[in-house]
């Protein structure tokens, strides 16, 4: 099991607290720049949700994706800290062992981040990255120097927490929504495409849910862009209930198992 493959849904991995950027950045945002305002309904502080990977028939890893109880200061900027981590289970890991976690402090009023961390550590392989974005100057600063990027660039934690607060209300069919990720020092225009809406027999239960497809990076572990698909609940909150996806090597599939701290009722939980 590759990194992108556990990480596609909800990225997986990474270990660097806030603490590893100091309590202040060398760099703030000039003073002209105004960052745009998004309201987010989606989610909010204090929130967790867990999740079961599948590698074919194999139960094989455990994720989790949380907010942080308080918001952190950035710059100057109030921020969310959400974090993806995953993990192999132990049964699964004499075949690949891995322990990843993502990090992003994700701006509370244009929900772009400010600053990310990943650490991964899959079998003997390890890889780290630190990221401070510029969003004034559409630059950012990591681990290899600067790198150009468009304005509001995500990453991959940050990223799902943003596609949360998208507005389908009036989507069509195969409808794409554009958004810039930032992945190993590398910044890829993706998108997401409305398939309609779906109901789920899920680890949870019965869940509405809109149906979407991410555009995909091809690479060693997935063979087409389209191979992945994710399901979240049809209400405000936009949780991931389940994303499965084909591999080169199978197929995984990652289920909500349990949530708690959601911002808004759960309505798209059907309720017998």
């Not at 493959?5 to 950027?21: E, K, R």
């Not at 305002?37 to 929130?47: C, D, S």
């Not at 969310?80 to 132990?90: R, S």
């Not at 992003?104 to 244009?110: E, F």
Request: charged residues 25%; proline residues 2%; aromatic residues 12%.
């Amino acid at each position: 099991m590759k990194r992108n493959a556990i990480v596609g849904l909800t990225a997986l991995g990474l270990l660097v607290g806030v603490q590893s950027f100091g309590t202040k950045d060398k760099y703030q945002a000039e003073q002209s720049f105004e960052y745009r305002k998004m309201g987010n309904t989606a989610f909010q502080a204090g929130e967790k949700l867990k999740f079961r990977a599948h590698y074919g028939v194999i139960n094989a890893a455990v994720i989790t994706m949380s907010v942080g109880a308080t918001t952190s200061n950035i710059g100057g900027r109030t921020a969310y800290a959400v974090k993806c981590e995953g993990e192999t289970l132990k049964s699964f890991d004499w075949a690949y062992k891995v322990r990843d976690k993502f990090e992003s402090w994700v701006d509370v009023q244009a929900l772009a981040p400010l600053r990310y961390a990943k650490t991964v550590r899959e079998n003997k392989y390890f890889d780290e990255d630190l990221a401070i974005y510029m969003h004034d100057k559409k630059k950012m600063r990591n681990s290899d120097g600067e790198l150009a990027m468009p304005i509001y660039t995500q990453d991959i934690a940050s990223a799902l927490y943003y596609a949360r607060n998208l507005n389908f209300t009036n989507a069509v069919i195969n409808q794409s929504f554009p958004i810039d990720v930032y992945l190993d020092n590398k910044v890829y225009n993706l998108n997401f495409t409305y398939l309609g809406k779906e109901t789920l027999n899920s680890d949870i239960g019965k869940v509405k849910c809109i149906k979407l497809r991410p555009k995909l990076v091809v690479d060693r572990v997935f063979k087409s862009s389209n191979d992945m698909t994710v399901w979240i609940s049809d209400d405000a909150n936009h949780i991931p209930i389940r994303v499965q996806s084909a591999i080169k090597v199978g197929s995984i599939k990652v289920d909500l198992t349990s949530y708690e701290g959601l911002r808004n009722t759960f309505t798209a939980k059907v309720v017998k």
